[in-house]
């Protein structure tokens, strides 16, 4: 295990549902990061916390909204999606974003599918 | 623009034979680059770290190169086991606004008896 867990590890929702995705770290770690990753496509990077605080967000549709309650707790709210927002949904998390040599630690990530 | 290109897409190899995966990246200015494993229904997990002065790093049967000048890196991989089977997945760090990753594609390997 890498320190990092997410829950659920699936999720099925319709169009219309509201639905939250739970990423902890148990590293200290204060950068928290999620991604999406999509079949045969590279990870792409959605939001960046560091130290709390939201410093990335990477032109992500206003229907993925994301909150950082604490360092060890990062959650994505998710509502009204799409189809084409099926894909897995990776969270990580760093020493520090700024680091030159962070490496990040991903959990197992969550596989969701809109229907 | 700033791209990470991995070769091959996928690979099939026989138990205990050896293989060499390809990443070519334009990243700039280079920071560093990482090769990760993801095995299927997991998340990636770093397997080497190398920054603009080191040209090789080892972690047990797998062996990464660098060679900055031409952009290029390698993931060897030596006597393979079923347990190699994965996606492994070049990423490339730029020093921009702090630290910024750019992901290749993956290739996926799979390892048969």
């Known amino acids: 295990e890498t320190g990092v867990t997410q829950t659920p590890r699936h999720l099925v929702m319709g169009m219309t549902n509201k639905k939250s995705l739970k990423c902890e770290q148990h590293l200290g770690h204060n950068a928290m990061y999620w991604y999406k990753q999509s079949a045969k496509k590279p990870l792409e990077l959605m939001f960046v916390y560091n130290f709390k605080e939201q410093t990335e967000n990477n032109s992500v549709p206003s229907r993925f909204s994301p909150e950082c309650p604490n360092s060890s707790h990062l959650f994505l709210h998710l509502h009204t999606l799409q189809p084409e927002d099926s894909a897995l949904y990776l969270c990580?998390?760093?020493?520090?974003?700024?680091?030159?040599?962070?490496?990040?630690?991903f959990g197992p990530g969550t596989r969701l599918t809109v229907l | 623009k700033n791209q990470v290109e991995q070769s091959p897409q996928s690979l099939i190899i026989l138990e205990g034979k050896n293989c060499t995966l390809q990443c070519n990246y334009t990243v700039s200015p280079f920071s560093n680059l990482r090769w990760y494993k993801q095995d299927t229904g997991r998340g990636p997990v770093s397997l080497t770290i190398m920054t603009f002065s080191e040209n090789t790093k080892s972690n047990g049967r797998y062996t990464a190169t660098l060679d900055a000048d031409t952009k290029q890196s390698s993931l060897h991989i030596t006597a393979s086991q079923l347990s190699d089977s994965a996606s492994y997945i070049c990423?490339?760090?730029?020093?921009?606004?702090?630290?910024?990753?750019?992901f290749g594609t993956g290739t996926s390997l799979t390892v048969i008896p």
């Open positions: 990423v490339v760090s730029a020093r921009i606004a702090g630290n910024q990753f750019y």
């Open positions: 990580a998390s760093s020493q520090e974003r700024s680091m030159n040599t962070d490496t990040q630690y």
